[in-house]
Structure formats: structure tokens, C-alpha cells
């Protein structure tokens, strides 16, 4: 059974720090990228980061670059993301979800399974 468990959201400040954890076991996949979804009230499930578990490449959607960092630890089966300089509009539910081979750079359809999310909510 795979299981995708995140940790470490919460509220925080505009311009403070969260950093997400994503713990991942029984992924039937050799290769496979981690991305990191969120979705806000109203709005469609974005990609914001992706890391390939391999060879490390990582994918950032434009609005978080610089902000935020994805890094794995294959050891521990776990992802982070480390968001800094947090905006209001980064409020959202925050998902981990396993791609198949490598982080493609689409959407949501290409991720097989996910977790279930954790709400992060930045005040201004």
C-alpha cells in the first residue's frame, strides 16, 4: 500500500518560513519524482515544485521561485519543502503526490497517488 503523509504546515505571518515534510513508503516505482501540489478556495490543483527521487532535478511553477525549496532525503523516503517570504496568496492545502519515472512538468492527471494534504495559511 502506498502512503504519502505530510507534516508541518500551520499559520504563519507574511514573510515568515514553513517547511513541509512528505514521508513516502511502499511506492511500487524503481524511479519517481515527488511533486508538491497546492490548491486553494475556488482555484484548480497547481504544481509547485517536483523533485526526481534519482538524479535530484527539481521543477519550480514561476511564482515560487526563489521562495521555496524542494529537497529529498532518499535515506528517510521523505521530501521537504521549505517555503520562505510567504504571501497571503500562498494559502492553500498542500499535497505530495508520486509521478512515475521523473517529474514531467504537467499537471495534476500525471501523479498516481497522493496524500492527503495539509492546510498552510499565511496572514498579511
Known amino acids: 500500500e502506498v502512503q504519502l503523509v505530510e507534516s508541518g504546515g500551520g499559520l504563519v505571518q507574511a514573510g515568515g518560513s514553513l517547511r513541509l515534510s512528505c514521508v513516502a513508503s511502499?511506492?511500487?516505482?524503481?524511479?519517481?519524482?515527488i511533486g508538491w501540489f497546492r490548491q486553494a478556495p475556488g482555484k484548480e490543483r497547481e504544481l509547485v515544485s517536483c523533485?526526481?527521487?534519482?538524479?535530484?532535478?527539481?521543477i519550480y511553477t514561476d511564482s515560487v521561485k526563489g521562495r521555496f525549496t524542494v529537497s529529498s532525503d532518499n535515506a528517510k523516503n521523505t521530501v521537504y519543502l521549505r517555503m520562505s517570504t510567504l504571501r497571503p496568496e500562498d494559502t492553500a492545502v498542500y499535497f505530495c503526490?508520486?509521478?512515475?519515472?521523473?517529474?514531467?512538468?504537467?499537471?495534476?492527471?500525471?501523479?498516481?497517488?497522493w496524500g492527503q494534504g495539509i492546510q498552510v495559511t499565511v496572514s498579511s
Open positions: 503526490a508520486v509521478e512515475s519515472f521523473y517529474c514531467s512538468g504537467y499537471g495534476a492527471e500525471m501523479f498516481n497517488y
Open positions: 511502499g511506492v511500487p516505482f524503481e524511479d519517481y519524482g
Open positions: 523533485i526526481n527521487r534519482g538524479d535530484g532535478r527539481t
